[in-house]
């Protein structure tokens, strides 16, 4: 059973560019989330996928984010003019879904804005 | 609105110590799960342990033992003989119910180093 994978697993980009991030869950995981940590901190839900069905957004998701799940499989999260701020390690986790089911994460993408 | 905090932001000991990392929980639900994961410098979070608030039944897995109490809202990880690999940033994480997703709430982290 793979786990929880990201890619990239680093990015550079300059100020005001747009990038893309890929999640792939662990296979037959109806539930997909996003979250986003800075240094020191811990993670803080964006987002979240149920199959394909975003249900939940985040206050800190502004409207330069979005993220989808075709067909209920992988994930990508794009972030549009980025901004310094935007700098923070995006991490996806997945579980099979019902409550308190424990989340498994991915090695997370690490973003560096110029 | 629900919080986790762990108040201490890092601990040091030497190895072979015991070292308890403390977690003290808010939440309005009745009903919620603890978690407690792992983030070692590699940074993949790594889930240990799942604890519903109905479930009050202290645990201990190998060196790893957990103590949860509801009345003081306290969810308690102990480490006995610490050891090197243990070194790493540790996250308390409440759960609210199914209605919201079962979204993670983390406090803010206890990081650990074990000295040799």
Same mark, same amino acid.
């Given at each position: 059973?793979?786990?929880?994978?990201?890619?990239? !697993?680093?990015?550079?980009?300059?100020?005001?560019?747009?990038?893309?991030? !890929?999640?792939?869950?662990?296979?037959?995981?109806?539930?997909?989330?996003?979250?986003?940590?800075?240094?020191?901190?811990?993670?803080?839900?964006?987002?979240?996928?149920?199959?394909?069905?975003?249900?939940?957004?985040?206050?800190?998701?502004?409207?330069?984010?979005?993220?989808? !799940?075709?067909?209920?499989?992988?994930?990508?999260?794009?972030?549009?003019?980025?901004?310094?701020?935007?700098?923070?390690?995006?991490?996806?986790?997945?579980?099979?879904?019902?409550?308190?089911?424990?989340?498994?994460?991915?090695?997370?993408?690490?973003?560096?804005?110029? | 609105?629900?919080?986790?905090?762990?108040?201490?932001?890092?601990?040091?000991?030497?190895?072979?110590?015991?070292?308890?990392?403390?977690?003290?929980?808010?939440?309005?639900?009745?009903?919620?799960y603890l978690f407690w994961y792992k983030q070692p410098p590699s940074g993949e979070l790594v889930f240990l342990i799942r604890r519903n608030s109905f479930d009050e039944q202290n645990e201990i897995s190998g060196r790893y033992s957990w103590n949860f109490q509801k009345s003081t809202s306290s969810f308690n990880f102990t480490i006995t003989a610490s050891q090197v690999v243990d070194s790493a940033v540790y996250f308390c994480a409440l759960?609210?119910?199914?209605?919201?997703?079962?979204?993670?709430?983390?406090?803010?982290?206890?990081?650990?180093?074990?000295?040799?």
């Amino acid at each position: 059973d793979t786990g929880v994978s990201q890619d990239p !697993r680093h990015k550079i980009t300059k100020r005001g560019q747009n990038v893309t991030f !890929r999640c792939d869950p662990i296979s037959e995981h109806n539930r997909l989330y996003w979250y986003r940590q800075t240094l020191g901190q811990g993670p803080e839900f964006l987002t979240y996928f149920q199959n394909e069905a975003q249900l939940e957004k985040s206050r800190l998701l502004s409207d330069r984010f979005s993220a989808e !799940r075709p067909k209920g499989s992988f994930s990508t999260l794009e972030i549009q003019r980025t901004e310094q701020g935007d700098s923070a390690m995006y991490l996806c986790a997945s579980n099979p879904g019902g409550g308190g089911q424990p989340q498994h994460f991915g090695d997370g993408t690490r973003l560096s804005i110029l | 609105a629900q919080k986790v905090t762990q108040a201490q932001t890092e601990i040091s000991v030497v190895e072979k110590e015991d070292v308890t990392l403390d977690c003290v929980y808010e939440t309005r639900d009745t009903t919620y799960y603890l978690f407690w994961y792992k983030q070692p410098p590699s940074g993949e979070l790594v889930f240990l342990i799942r604890r519903n608030s109905f479930d009050e039944q202290n645990e201990i897995s190998g060196r790893y033992s957990w103590n949860f109490q509801k009345s003081t809202s306290s969810f308690n990880f102990t480490i006995t003989a610490s050891q090197v690999v243990d070194s790493a940033v540790y996250f308390c994480a409440l759960s609210d119910t199914e209605t919201s997703g079962s979204r993670l709430t983390f406090g803010e982290g206890t990081q650990l180093t074990v000295n040799p």
